[in-house]
């Protein structure tokens, strides 16, 4: 029998791009071949994100075009994996193009199950674990410079907005024994930064270590290798954490800190269990004890009973607090969620335009802030070709700024030096400033262990 080929496409966050290269790695232990496109695929997996209204109604239309697909290839497989099924589940099994539904926490049921919808029986899977972090998993990921790694699963915040509670369950973390092993191999096949994941990091524990000896044990691999994190709450970042960014070379100086608001009202409607002036003295901290760091947010606008007031709050928070960038939402009600109770009474209309001036300032202050990095020299590693052109490079700098340069000779995974010339409120842009440095190559490193 040849071997079967499966499509996955992934929707929404970073957690997610992890889970189909776990998905990934459980099939193609069992013999299945995972392809880059769904032509000539027998399974089609769409790892869906259930976060905002909007992220399901494109998937709604991703999955009406695969029935289209599927009435000219009759016998394809198309599953639906991830927080989407976790919440839907059996209203989107009657939908006829899908055979599988499958939740976070289901993926090592994924052969049998495809092996079972091929013979047309459709199949669901979407219980919720307390234990399951796949650690044993090998995710399948092709070669190459960066990679994530997901450390825990699941959140107990149950922020009041939030439907990631509901779709991935409670918290659990995986052994630091076992993300050491997963970086040590990662390192040995080339790969030069590790992004540690989960829903709140900070409440990584193992039953002996909290996620800044994590962060300490997984910086200890491989000192050329960059070592980030997301995400962050507010209430759970430890001094012990901003220490180990602070000491510890190669963690990268980056913390993504969501505030979601500039209103100690709307913050507690939120159950975000913290206060503006406690977030804004967690931002004085970071900042003390690690010169430059880059900072990143997230904020919703138009929560219920948002005021024009308290959204003038969160403007002047973000004017004061001056982010290198922020992730901006309006707000989306979610079922089973506390905020779904609360009426949804901010006009979509108005969401729209706070979620706007929001998002302009914060391209005002980006800009701002990298026009004033036009002269100097930037250290980055070198990802790969840019999105808009084939002749230019783009990097990231350990403050994840994104580098973009005319290639010569570099290669991705190099360590260049790049003297910024011009910037947007997204990019740089620059120059080679010195010859790139580049990492001794895998097999050498590997016989030097
Ligand atoms: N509506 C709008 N934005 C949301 N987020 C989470 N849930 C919602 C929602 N119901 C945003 C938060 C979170 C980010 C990942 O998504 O800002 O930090
Ligand atoms: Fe959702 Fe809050 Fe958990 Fe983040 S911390 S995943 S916003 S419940």
Redesign the pocket.
């Known amino acids: 029998m040849t071997s079967k080929r499966v499509y996955i496409e992934t929707y929404g966050?970073q957690m997610n791009v992890a889970d189909s290269e776990i998905v990934g790695g459980i099939l193609n232990e069992r013999g299945f071949v995972i392809t880059p496109t769904p032509d000539d695929a027998d399974v089609l997996l769409v790892n869906t994100c259930a976060?905002?209204d909007n992220a399901e109604v494109r998937i709604y239309g991703r999955l009406g075009l695969f029935s289209t697909y599927k009435k000219s290839h009759p016998g394809v497989v198309v599953g639906v994996l991830g927080c989407m099924a976790e919440r839907i589940r059996k209203d989107l099994l009657e939908e006829d193009v899908v055979d599988l539904v499958v939740g976070p926490d289901e993926y090592r049921t994924l052969p049998a199950l495809i092996g079972r919808a091929m013979g047309g029986e459709k199949g669901i899977a979407v219980r919720l674990s307390r234990v399951e972090n796949y650690g044993d998993i090998v995710p399948l990921r092709t070669d190459g410079v960066c990679a994530w790694i997901s450390v825990m699963r699941g959140c107990d915040k149950f922020?009041s907005?939030?439907?990631?509670p509901f779709t991935r369950g409670r918290e659990r973390s995986r052994t630091l024994e076992s993300v050491v092993e997963e970086v040590t191999n990662l390192s040995v096949r080339g790969f030069r930064e590790v992004t540690l994941l989960g829903q709140n990091v900070n409440s990584y524990h193992d039953g002996r270590n909290d996620f800044a000896e994590l962060m300490r044990a997984v910086a200890r691999v491989d000192r050329s290798m960059r070592v980030r994190f997301t995400?962050s709450h507010p209430q759970d970042m430890s001094d012990r954490l901003i220490e180990a960014i602070a000491s510890e070379e190669n963690l990268c100086p980056s913390i993504h800190l969501?505030v979601?608001s500039g209103s100690d009202r709307i913050l507690a409607l939120m159950e975000r269990t913290y206060t503006v002036d406690h977030y804004r003295r967690l931002v004085e901290k970071v900042r003390q004890a690690i010169p430059g760091a880059g900072l990143s947010t997230?904020?919703?606008s138009g929560f219920p009973s948002e005021t024009e007031a308290e959204h003038r709050m969160t403007v002047d928070l973000v004017r004061e607090l001056r982010f290198d960038g922020a992730?901006t939402?309006?707000?989306?009600?979610?079922e089973k969620?506390k905020?779904w109770e609360l009426p949804d009474d901010v006009p979509e209309e108005e969401k729209g335009r706070r979620v706007w001036e929001v998002t302009e300032l914060q391209h005002t202050i980006s800009l701002e802030l990298n026009a004033a990095l036009v002269g100097s020299t930037a250290r980055i590693l070198v990802e790969g070709p840019s999105r808009k052109s084939k002749h230019d490079f783009t990097g990231r700098t350990a403050g994840n700024k994104t580098v973009v340069f005319p290639r010569r000779d570099e290669q991705p995974g190099d360590e260049l030096d790049v003297r910024i010339e011009r910037a947007t409120s997204a990019t740089l842009l620059g120059v080679r400033a010195a010859d790139p440095i580049r990492p001794a190559s895998p097999s050498i490193k590997e016989s030097a262990a």
Request: charged share 15%; hydrophobic share 35%.
């Open positions: 966050c976060i905002r922020c907005f939030c439907v990631v995400t969501p979601q997230d904020i919703i992730y939402f309006k707000y989306s009600p979610r969620t905020a």
